[in-house]
């Protein structure tokens, strides 16, 4: 079992950063591949970027390539996205997931023109 909490979400202006942090509970952290995903109003949830286990592989979505990277630290049970250069259209909840199984309760992200 893992619990997932996610934290870092505000208010930012067109251009800014976040940093999101996902902190994990439970002891099979580091075997799981994570994952950030959001859901704008209206829209669907959708993949934002990956990272494996190890964190020697990473992958994201086409719209934050360049933009957004995504790490891990298995020391402290943690993933991060660390989001540059924002833009309206970011705006959304984003949710961490470990592998397909565990979900977090979603931080708010809000990006003003």
Do not use: H
Request: with cysteine.
């Amino acid at each position: 079992q893992v619990q997932l909490v996610e934290s870092g979400g505000g208010w930012v202006q067109a251009g800014g950063s976040l940093r999101l942090s996902c902190a994990a509970s439970g002891r099979t952290f580091s075997t799981y591949a994570m994952g950030w995903f959001r859901q704008a109003p209206g829209k669907e949830r959708e993949f934002v970027a990956r990272i494996s286990w190890s964190g020697a592989t990473t992958y994201s979505t086409d719209s934050v390539k360049g933009r957004f990277t995504i790490s891990r630290d298995n020391a402290k049970n943690t993933v991060y996205l660390q989001m540059n250069n924002l833009k309206p259209e970011d705006t959304a909840v984003y949710y961490c997931a470990a592998g397909s199984d565990f979900w977090g309760q979603g931080t708010q992200v809000t990006v003003s023109s």
